[in-house]
């Protein structure tokens, strides 16, 4: 983990976070001056913040505001000693809120559990905010939901302050990444922030990029004379799933490689003979960075 300045990889992602949410919703940042850096994972925190957009636009369906603010604070003994080895000390404090449908005292005492959702079978997994609880432990912080029924939802991370002076973030697409050689992917998911994000992170790296919203779309590319190195689908697919269409796929392109994202636990969903040869699978919420990499492996064997 490394210096991290939080308002500039904030600022980084503002037109990123924008389209993740939609025309319907709007995004608002606040910046706090002077806020301090923290010791965090450039990468991770990216992730988080995506995801928590993400969360916010599914709790905002006729629309409405997301609202990023950063805010240098001091936890003092009495708060950290009922959170239990949370340090005292200096930290900077994220906060994402949305206006959205919000949540019950029953729902915000289990949201951090994995595999724990609301969501229709299918449209989620839980891991999201479990990962984040996850992430902002690991980076020596802590991280509260606040949140009432029809009032919207406040995630707020608590990051250590660095002491010194952070490195000014790089924003993803200029970072040292493995870059493409003129292979052509086709990405296939159903969820469309998460396939703006892929496809984004691609045509940034230099890879051409086709894109379908579910295997009825993605199949007439695939029969086609187009070049495609790699197929990165969903699993979780509506209609046929991204195992089928993999099937489908070799059909049409015996040796063609293929990188399934999923938001379930890999352990759980790779089940006797799921991946076959030149298959791989990453789950979701992945760093950007490590998705890169992946993809890179792949095409290049």
Known sequence: MKATDVDRL???MEDLLARTLGENARLEIRRQDA?????????????????????????????????????????????????????????????????????????IEKAFDPFFTTKPIGQGTGLGLSMIYGFARQSGGHVRIYSEEGEGTTVKLYLPRFHGTAAASVPT???????????????VEDDVAVRMLIVDILGSLGYGVMEAGDAHAAIPILESERRIDLLVSDVGLPGMDGRQLAEVARRHRPDLRILFVTGYAEKAAVRGEFLGAGMEM???????????????????R
């Not at 697409?173 to 990405?187: I, K, N, Q, S």
């Not at 990453?282 to 290049?300: C, H, N, Q, S, Y």
């Open 282 to 300: 990453i789950t979701k919420p992945f760093a950007l960075d490590m998705l890169a990499e992946r993809i890179r492996e792949m095409v290049a």
């Open 35 to 107: 806020t301090w850096p923290v010791t965090t994972d450039a990468n991770q925190l990216e992730s988080a913040l995506l995801n928590l957009a993400i969360n916010a636009r599914d709790a905002m369906p006729e629309g409405g505001r997301l609202t990023i603010e950063t805010e240098n604070t001091h936890l003092d003994a009495h708060y950290t000693e009922a959170i239990g080895d949370l340090a005292p000390g200096d930290y900077v404090a994220i906060g994402v809120s949305d206006t959205g449908t919000g949540m019950s005292k029953a729902v």
């Open 173 to 187: 697409a200029d970072r040292d990444l493995p870059r493409a050689d003129g292979e052509c992917v086709l990405v």
């Open 10 to 12: 904030i600022a980084d």
